[in-house]
Nanobody
Framework: VQLQACGGGLVQAGGSLRLSCAAS????????MAWFRQAPGKERDFVAAISRGGSSTYYADSRKGRFIISRDNAKNTVYLQMNSLKPEDTAVYSCAAEPAVMAGAKTDYDYWGQGTLVTVSS
């Protein structure tokens, strides 16, 4: 499956952004999906995951309550709604796919998309 993330940009602290990740090539509904991020000079960090049917979600504790992951299998797209953004949320955000019912932070994802840059100004 090929993944393409978009929706990043520059936003002021306290603002919101919605990222999208469009999938093509395979049956999207067979894949659990996740978002990761990597800040400059830091390791890649798990953000959130969603089951292939969309009924289950899982978040890194620090993002719970501010970020919402969702998916539309009819549109082959997974979303990340980010609210109350902080400067420390600045990072390249990437989506990942795993042919499983559900995946999490430690999953060895089979497919990765190129990232989209989110910059949060103070």
């Amino acid at each position: 499956v090929q993944l393409q993330a978009c929706g990043g940009g520059l936003v002021q602290a306290g603002g919101s952004l919605r990222l999208s990740c469009a999938a093509s090539g395979r049956t999207f509904s067979m894949y659990a999906m996740a978002w990761f991020r990597q800040a400059p000079g830091k390791e890649r960090d798990f953000v959130a995951a969603i089951s292939r049917g969309g009924s289950s979600t899982y978040y890194a504790d620090s993002r719970k309550g501010r970020f919402i992951i969702s998916r539309d299998n009819a549109k082959n797209t997974v979303y990340l709604q980010m609210n109350s953004l902080k400067p420390e949320d600045t990072a390249v955000y990437s989506c990942a796919a795993e042919p499983a019912v559900m995946a999490g932070a430690k999953t060895d994802y089979d497919y990765w998309g190129q990232g989209t840059l989110v910059t949060v100004s103070s």
